[in-house]
């Protein structure tokens, strides 16, 4: 993840915070502004209803909508920058409501159609 930390780190006249599921490497990339969504404990009723009966998304059925919502609200950010294309895609809800500009960089394999993802090529469109 170099190339991701020499970006950030390189930004100047901004503040800046990195979202992420997972730190590693914390010694070798240290970063003091990182929030690390937690994995949320849910309802087990709300989540198949969801997920199978509504048929929402996985960022709604796994609760990441809510927790990115309120942790850009807490942050007061003006952007977002999604450094990975398959990610963009599937933050792609959230991005559509999200009433500020997002960014997000595609490389490579990000385009190369994704069969575990439903509607990959499609989604890459929008």
């Not at 609760?63 to 999604?82: C, K």
Request: proline content about 6%; some cysteine; hydrophobic content about 40%.
């Amino acid at each position: 993840m170099l190339h991701i930390y020499r970006q950030v780190k390189a930004l100047r006249g901004v503040d800046t915070f990195v979202v992420t599921k997972e730190v590693q490497n914390a010694e070798r990339f240290p970063f003091e502004k990182i929030e690390v969504i937690p994995k949320r404990r849910t309802n087990l009723f709300v989540h198949g209803w969801l997920k199978f009966v509504e048929r929402r998304p996985p960022i709604v059925y796994r609760g990441e909508y809510q927790t990115l919502d309120s942790l850009l609200e807490r942050h007061g950010a003006d952007l977002m920058h999604i450094y990975f294309g398959h990610t963009g895609v599937h933050l792609l809800p959230f991005i559509e409501q999200w009433d500020k500009p997002c960014v997000v960089s595609f490389h490579g394999a990000d385009v190369a159609h994704k069969k575990d993802i439903k509607d990959y090529p499609a989604k890459l469109r929008r």
